[in-house]
């Protein structure tokens, strides 16, 4: 079966958007992007949040119109060639591949898993809270950047919640980004 994978950059002070939810911190050159990639490239479909989603929305159906940054075309490319899920209770609509979802039902998501081409990519604090309370997620990704933000929004939005994780592996880049790969304890 299939995995649902919980992607998220935080600073080093656990903060996942800064105080006005700014993301100008993240360090993604083309060393990082090449390996989103190649992580996204393997994915059957893509889970997100009503927020998430609208940002992913806003740039990459396009954002293979400037050629000068390869890493971004071919980013643009995989996302909209992949199967999308948004979980919104107020959206009306969605566009480019795009499923709306009212609800997170654990047996949809088993299903989802069992019959998907590859592992699914999770997006977003709040529906990635949600399933961490369901027992859905199977890892996460955590891409630590060398940053104290002093405020923002948290990762971690399952108050509450108790997780049991095992680090899987690490890695880290040129530019001082740390992958942590921790599996979860369902």
């Known amino acids: 079966m299939r995995k649902v994978i919980w ?7 656990g903060f996942m958007e800064g105080p006005d939810r700014e993301l100008d911190w ?14 996204t490239a393997a994915m059957g479909a ?6 998430t989603w609208q940002l992913m929305a806003a740039f990459w159906p396009t954002a293979d119109r400037d050629p000068s940054n390869e890493a971004e075309a071919e980013f643009a490319g995989i996302w909209r060639s992949k199967p999308k899920y948004v979980f919104s209770r107020t959206l009306k609509e969605a566009g480019w591949g795009t499923a709306i979802k009212r609800d997170v039902v654990p047996e949809e998501i088993r299903a989802l898993k069992e019959r998907a081409e590859g592992d699914l990519g999770l997006g977003g604090a709040e529906l990635a809270g ?9 890892e996460i990704h955590t891409y630590v950047h060398p940053v104290v933000l002093g405020g923002g929004r948290a990762m971690f939005q399952a108050p509450g919640v108790r997780a049991d994780l095992r680090l899987a ?7 001082g980004v740390v992958r942590l790969r921790h599996l979860v304890s369902n």
């Open 46 to 51: 893509f889970l997100d949040g009503r927020v």
């Open 169 to 175: 592996d690490t890695r880290t880049f040129g530019n």
């Open 7 to 13: 992607a998220m950059s935080v600073s080093l002070d």
């Open 26 to 39: 993240h360090l993604v050159d083309d060393e990082p992007h090449r390996h989103f990639n190649e992580e």
């Open 130 to 138: 949600s399933f961490l309370r369901l027992g859905l997620i199977d």
